[in-house]
Nanobody
Framework: QVQLAESGGGSVQAGGSLRLSCVAS????????MRWYRQAPGNQRELLAS???????DYVDSVKGRFTISRDNTKNTAYLQMNSLKPEDTAVYSC????????????????WGPGTQVTVSS
């Protein structure tokens, strides 16, 4: 059973920083693209950043220069370093990953984590 779990959320004042982690666990053969999203109350879920297994990254304009996505393939983990946080960054942050599980049926499936709350106060 493959699972994703986010951690590192919390409350911070404007201008502060947080580092989120997304760990994949279970019987994993390989992990492709890993992505970070957020969803604020009343808003649609927004893709923030993605990273390939080779380390190529992409960002939405609203977080470029403030957020950095990275990954450690040896730990099946992706990170989101968030700097210069603003109150409008308040949201539930979640990750997904394209994972091929171990076993005879090698099929890539997109898994989601439950999310972690980030609250930025002014």
């Amino acid at each position: 059973q493959v699972q994703l779990a986010e951690s590192g959320g919390g409350s911070v004042q404007a201008g502060g920083s947080l580092r989120l982690s997304c760990v994949a666990s279970g019987s994993i053969f390989s992990i492709g693209v890993m992505r970070w999203y957020r969803q604020a109350p009343g808003n649609q879920r927004e893709l923030l950043a993605s990273i390939t297994s080779a380390g190529s990254t992409d960002y939405v304009d609203s977080v470029k220069g403030r957020f950095t996505i990275s990954r450690d393939n040896t730990k099946n983990t992706a990170y989101l370093q968030m700097n210069s946080l603003k109150p409008e960054d308040t949201a539930v942050y979640s990750c997904n990953a394209d994972i091929t599980a171990g076993g005879p049926r090698r099929r890539e499936i997109r898994y989601w984590g439950p999310g972690t709350q980030v609250t930025v106060s002014s």
